[in-house]
């Protein structure tokens, strides 16, 4: 009997250990369909004793390294990784021993020397009094996962860096705390807060912690930036939330005011979820300025032409109609503001 149990194939083992098959419960069929799925399935298996030589692979495991599974029987797992990977390696099968699971990212080399990247999930396979008898091994190649990282990660690096050199202000706001994700380098001169090496939103952990959208505003803008936010919330829910230009007035560090021009829009998730608001800020209270001293002067000079005894007249030459005409026109031509209007 012992001499019958030493020359078992390991997929018999397999059978026996690691699916405990009740017969009683268990239809025979079933264990005839064990080995065909192994041989099919898209990631790769190996079985393996406790010193990790090869008892069994799958013809997938043999292609992701280059082989045939008939050069692979015998040979230890060792030879799928440079020197360089087995530290990773060894620690995975430390912890397969002593918890008898290992799922993670190991590196694996081929025949030819190239290398790739992959998902292991390990378990320790044993008899049926509990002692480990074998490893087993699942692999799925993720070079292509990896290279999609990597694009992703250049990608948001190029805006990144955009986003850190332009002169206007990009905000990124939580719409559950409203608090800020995402500020630009620029922010420093209207809001006074410098980038910090600390944080990759600009500002100190310590800053950031205390901070929310609504305290950056006066508090006139803050209920007026509240009442647009909730609006567009209603909006939404009939999917006519649109993008919204403001003026704000924002508070500086240093406790000054200045005056910002933003153009907010939702930013959504995968599922269509609003999760923040994407703001593109311009500082405009050089142009603020303008138009206060505009109006202001508008004023002066409306006062002065309204109270003159000659008459001032502006003459629309599309029309031949008064843009404007002086008060005093009334004493002269007899007739009043609005006839001369029209």
Wanted: with cysteine; glycine share 4%.
């Amino acid at each position: 009997m012992e001499e019958k149990e030493m020359h078992e194939n390991p997929e018999q083992k397999v059978k026996k250990t690691e699916n405990k098959i009740d017969k009683e419960n268990q239809p025979d069929e079933l264990s005839q369909f064990l080995a065909p799925a192994m041989q099919q399935s898209s990631e790769g298996i190996a079985l393996s004793d406790l010193d990790g030589n090869l008892k069994y692979l799958n013809d997938t495991f043999a292609r992701m390294h280059g082989y045939s599974p008939s050069e692979l029987i015998g040979k230890n797992l060792s030879i799928f990784h440079t020197p360089q990977q087995m530290p990773s390696v060894e620690e995975a099968n430390r912890q397969l021993k002593k918890t008898g699971t290992f799922r993670g990212e190991i590196w694996h080399v081929r025949s030819d020397g190239s290398i790739f990247p992959g998902i292991m999930h390990n378990s320790l396979i044993r008899d049926e009094e509990g002692n480990p008898v074998y490893m087993l091994g699942m692999l799925r190649n993720i070079t292509l996962r990896k290279q999609l990282e990597e694009e992703l990660k250049k990608s948001e690096e190029r805006y990144r860096l955009l986003a850190d050199n332009i002169t206007d202000v990009i905000l990124v706001i939580n719409v559950d705390r409203f608090d800020v994700s995402y500020i630009s380098p620029s922010a420093e001169p209207v809001f006074g807060y410098t980038p910090s090496a600390e944080s990759v939103f600009g500002y100190t952990q310590e800053e950031l912690a205390n901070l929310n959208a609504f305290d950056f505003l006066t508090p006139h803008s803050a209920d007026h930036m509240k009442a647009v936010f909730n609006q567009e919330v209603e909006k939404d829910k009939f999917g006519k939330a649109e993008a919204q230009l403001l003026e704000l007035e924002v508070l500086h560090k240093d406790g000054s005011t200045a005056w910002i021009e933003v153009s907010a829009r939702f930013l959504r998730d995968n599922k269509k979820q609003v999760k923040s608001i994407l703001c593109v800020i311009r500082e405009i209270s050089k142009r603020k300025k303008a138009e206060e001293e505009l109006r202001k002067s508008e004023k002066q000079y409306r006062l002065l032409a309204d109270n003159v005894t000659d008459v001032i007249a502006v003459v629309d030459l599309d029309r031949f109609v008064f843009s404007y005409i002086s008060p005093s026109a009334e004493s002269v031509f007899g007739y009043t503001m609005e006839e001369l209007a029209n």
